[in-house]
């Protein structure tokens, strides 16, 4: 994959220009490729959840947003559960994997709720780490949606506040996920034990 291409991902700039150049197409086109950006677990969820909510403001870019998510983690899950042998040896010394299968093992998918919920966890990957263990499809898409809904929302309404230039919403929703990141690094010790981890490396 050259650098030239994941550039068009990781800058929303760059993401905005060619998104605009398919007009009438461009929601299909973001939808597409935020549904890659899941699949390709290393392009940033941050970039495409900002340009969503630039391009097309904070509902619609909210909608399709999720869109993509539901259709990129379906694909990944789907791998892994295909391809399980695969993607066990790949992921079985990974900590996060390893981290994720004591919480399962404890709290179930309420631990993988709280996964894709809180900040810091790689949320793409963990579509993967889901499919290899015994979660149906919808259960895993309403955890997945649940969890992913705030920090996207979050992201799409930055991105609609830059667009409108209005200053004062992007600096507080700006100061809400630095409050809301900072209780969690508070609470991540308390957090862990009660999911069943022993350590808070890799969440910090």
Request: aromatic share 18%; hydrophobic share 55%.
């Amino acid at each position: 994959m050259s650098i030239s291409f994941l550039s068009w991902f990781t800058d929303p700039s760059n993401l905005v220009t060619l998104v605009e150049n398919y007009k009438h197409l461009a929601p299909l086109v973001f939808i597409a490729i935020q549904a890659l950006q899941v699949v390709i677990a290393p392009i940033p969820g941050e970039v495409t959840g900002f340009a969503a909510g630039f391009l097309f403001g904070p509902w619609w870019g909210l909608l399709y947003a999720m869109i993509g998510l539901v259709l990129g983690s379906s694909i990944a899950f789907a791998l892994a559960r295909f391809f399980r042998r695969y993607f066990a040896q790949r992921f079985y010394k990974s900590p996060y994997f390893q981290r994720l299968s004591r919480f399962m093992i404890r709290r179930g998918v309420i631990a993988a709720f709280f996964c894709f919920l809180i900040p810091g966890f790689p949320k793409d990957y963990l579509s993967y780490f889901l499919g290899l263990f015994p979660i149906s499809w919808p259960t895993f898409i309403i955890i997945m949606i649940l969890g992913r809904l705030p920090s996207t929302a979050a992201l799409t309404l930055e991105g609609a506040a830059l667009y409108e230039k209005n200053w004062p919403l992007l600096l507080a929703i700006l100061g809400l996920s630095v409050v809301a990141a900072a209780i969690f690094y508070l609470l991540r010790e308390r957090f862990l034990v009660y999911m069943g981890g022993n350590d808070a490396r890799g969440l910090s």
